[in-house]
């Protein structure tokens, strides 16, 4: 009899695979071009110019535009866009950013890029005007930002996230402003950020996320900030696209009739709903679940709002489970009921 299976159960082998070779799945926030911004939310100075996406283009300006859905970046995740500045009349620059604040936020202008003063983020920024007092080291550099408060805040000596990089003195140097389009990937993996610019790896940094920005069931908003004080230019973001990487599920439960299973990953809270039989035969759902361990159980509810309802209860020492489902635009439901974990072979995501 199918039952549940712990796919974890203390076997590390086991849990690295899953953690090291999620599904990458392109994420929502992708843009051959931005001849549609459906899906962004557009802030201040930010707009669609024909098919790009400027953030500036005048003096004084603060813009920040945002994938209106969060992505979940949790366990890793790699971006890359296209970006052109023109009319380079001396900054200041703009980042590309990871926030949980809002889906509409938008920090200071000038030095502070757009970015500064928005909490519960962090930045790539890429700077073309040199700040001294905000440990600059060129007006044509690169870094990574944490959150900071108030003006200043994007400050390398207290709010940098190692230090920041003169793209002048590279080998092959690289001009941010200098009109043409340039290629940057931002590649998340838990535990490390890199920026590879033009082909160069121009960044690196150890980063957990998670210490950074406080993730809803692993999520976050992604988007772009940018800015200009006295001095201006043109940022334009030519393209944009991002792969994800999914939940890694590590917890596994299959009904005893053979009905459908469920998937938990228990780290930040998402489940995996497949059916196997009966009206909906075939779908899978997934969502953000929210988990409560108790004293001899573990609970996972899903999030009002998001379409599914699911009350799983697991009883950990009697090694019992219970759920039930309901997917409203489908009109399917099922219940999951599990009385044995000795004798399961069924991974998440499919049966044996
Ligand atoms: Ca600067």
């Not at 859905?69 to 980042?95: E, L, P």
């Not at 938008?106 to 040199?130: H, K, R």
């Not at 809270?269 to 899978?284: A, E, H, I, L, M």
């Amino acid at each position: 009899m199918r039952s549940l299976r712990v796919l974890v159960a203390g076997v590390s082998v086991g849990l690295a695979f899953i953690l090291f070779s999620p599904l990458a799945v392109k994420a929502q926030c992708s843009f051959v071009d931005f001849s549609s911004v459906s899906g962004l939310s557009l802030v201040g100075s930010a707009h669609q110019s024909g098919n790009v996406l400027r953030l500036t283009d005048g003096y004084g300006q603060g813009g920040a535009a945002w994938c209106t859905s969060k992505t979940f970046v949790g366990n890793g995740f790699s971006v890359n866009f296209q970006f052109r500045i023109t009319g380079y009349m001396g900054g200041d620059g703009f980042t590309f950013a990871i926030q949980n604040s809002s889906p509409t936020a938008l920090g200071f202008n000038g030095g502070d890029l757009g970015f500064s003063d928005i909490p519960n983020g962090i930045a790539v920024e890429f700077d073309t005007y040199f700040n001294g007092d905000q440990c600059d080291v060129s007006q044509d550099e690169v870094g990574f930002l944490k959150s900071g408060s108030g003006n200043g805040g994007t400050d390398h000596c207290t709010n940098g996230i190692g230090s920041p990089v003169d793209l002048s003195s590279l080998g092959t140097p690289i001009t941010l402003y200098d009109g043409n389009l340039h290629t940057a990937t931002v590649t998340y993996f838990p535990g490390s950020l890199t920026l590879v610019l033009d082909g160069q790896t121009v960044l690196s940094q150890a980063v957990t996320l998670d210490n950074y920005v406080a993730l809803d069931h692993g999520r976050a908003w992604l988007g772009f900030t940018g800015a200009t004080g006295a001095a201006w230019e043109t940022a334009d973001i030519v393209s944009w696209s991002v792969e994800a990487n999914q939940p890694a599920y590590n917890l596994g439960f299959m009904d005893d009739y053979g009905r459908s299973a469920l998937c938990l990953d228990t780290h930040y809270g998402n489940f995996q709903w497949t059916v196997y039989k009966g009206n909906g035969t075939g779908n899978s759902y997934q969502g953000p679940a929210d988990l409560t361990t108790g004293s001899g159980y573990q609970r996972a509810v899903a999030s009002p709002g998001s379409g599914m309802g699911m009350y799983l209860i697991y009883y950990t020492t009697a090694h019992r489970a219970a759920a039930t489902f309901t997917f409203r635009p489908d009109a399917v439901s099922s219940a999951l009921y599990d009385q044995d974990t000795t004798n399961d072979e069924t991974s998440c995501g499919g049966q044996e």
